[in-house]
């Protein structure tokens, strides 16, 4: 049932016994797709470049615009996106983009499908896999996601519209100090991020394993961050392995080990020394490329932070680089406020903070930021369903 296999003879109470041992899972050895999942994993690892997260929910990207006094309706989240995905010369910088399934299949004002537009660019494109967050009966607040429900149907569908990734996020939570994420919520987490990669992977589709322990109120400090992460990791790889998942045919992305949002922020470099470290005993050197979400960073904070992992390890053997939403969209979006005529002057800015990414993750960034200050943010975690 495996492509290659050896024999091995040990000796027991005075017996021989001979052991069959499997050096490829019947998993990875029938899958049409694994060579071209491979080398989609390791062009979007690339170095210097990063991920554009814009898989917002049609109700997460209507608040935002109206932040902004953008009313909305389907034309202007329509608009936004498409004013990202044909920044010009995106694809210096980003090599991949995780999109809500409603813009895998809508157009340019022109009509040229968004799909073909991030493929001129030498950008992937990718999709939320999952379906949102529900509570966890019987714990404080913690979340299982859902979405395995015909899964596999739905990524069958997604790779033939051109998506070649897929993301699913977990959400672990860190109450307070010595309040980290439950065994339930770890297990249960554990198993839904498993069984995903592996449907997805089943149907051609890198999946973009999310473990996110997230920023949280408290005065706890990063060392704790990064114990809990340590745990909440180690329980997803050895899952992963239990479905036999491919490591070199996912990306991972994980949070930065941050301290809570009631404690002084962390230095960039401490959060490094303890992010870095946390890798290095939880994940592969399989896994091509750790890609990290910004959570409640500010976008300068995401940029030092991510120079200085990079700095801190700079021989790693995943590409430690970016999965950013917020930290590429804010001022952006701020810039855009819906007007025409700021068209031009938001896609420079979204270059710009592209670029600063692109740079921190060659260890290269000297600044300034081109959106310089700002806090962290607790981020409100929906429940309920997608948030169509």
């Avoid at 299949?105 to 009509?111: D, I, K, L, N, V």
């Avoid at 890198?206 to 992460?229: C, H, K, M, N, R």
């Avoid at 921190?360 to 981020?379: E, N, V």
Wanted: neutral net charge.
């Amino acid at each position: 049932s495996s492509s290659s296999s050896s024999s091995r003879r040990t000796a027991r109470a005075g017996r021989i016994l001979s052991v069959r041992v499997a050096a490829t899972s019947r998993f990875e050895a029938e899958n049409p797709f694994m060579n071209e999942m491979r080398a989609t994993a390791a062009h979007i690892a690339t170095r210097g470049k990063g991920i554009l997260a814009s898989d917002e929910s049609n109700a997460t990207t209507g608040k935002r615009l109206e932040s902004v006094g953008v009313e909305n309706n389907a034309e202007n989240r329509r608009a936004w996106r498409e004013l990202m995905y044909t920044a010009p010369g995106l694809g210096q910088y980003i090599s991949g983009c995780i999109m809500f399934e409603d813009f895998l299949y809508s157009s340019t004002a022109a009509g040229v499908p968004f799909v073909d537009v991030l493929k001129q660019e030498g950008i992937v494109p990718g999709i939320k896999a999952d379906t949102g967050m529900q509570t966890i009966p019987g714990t404080d607040g913690e979340t299982a996601t859902q979405g395995l429900d015909n899964l596999g149907a739905k990524c069958k569908e997604w790779y033939k519209q051109g998506a070649r990734f897929a993301k699913w996020r977990a959400v672990l939570r860190i109450a307070g100090p010595g309040q980290g994420p439950s065994t339930t919520a770890i297990m249960e987490n554990a198993h839904g991020l498993a069984r995903y990669a592996q449907i997805a992977q089943e149907n051609g589709l890198v999946p973009i394993v999310e473990p996110e322990v997230t920023l949280g109120p408290g005065d706890y400090g990063v060392e704790e961050t990064a114990f809990w992460s340590e745990r909440v990791y180690s329980h997803v790889f050895r899952m992963l392995n239990e479905y036999n998942v491919v490591l070199d045919a996912i990306l991972l992305k994980p949070n930065m080990c941050l301290p809570g949002l009631d404690a002084p922020p962390g230095s960039p470099a401490e959060v490094a020394r303890y992010t870095t470290r946390t890798m290095l005993r939880t994940i592969p050197a399989a896994v091509p490329g750790i890609h990290f979400l910004s959570g409640g960073m500010s976008e300068e904070e995401s940029t030092l932070n991510l120079q200085a992992l990079n700095e801190a390890c700079p021989n790693a053997p995943w590409s430690l680089t970016f999965s950013y939403g917020r930290a590429l969209q804010a001022t952006t979006l701020k810039t855009w406020a819906g007007q025409p005529e700021n068209w031009e002057a938001a896609q420079k800015v979204l270059l710009s903070l592209a670029a600063a990414n692109s740079q921190a993750q060659l260890g290269q960034y000297k600044g300034p930021h081109p959106s310089p200050g700002g806090g962290r943010i607790l981020q409100a975690l929906r429940t309920g369903g997608a948030g169509k």
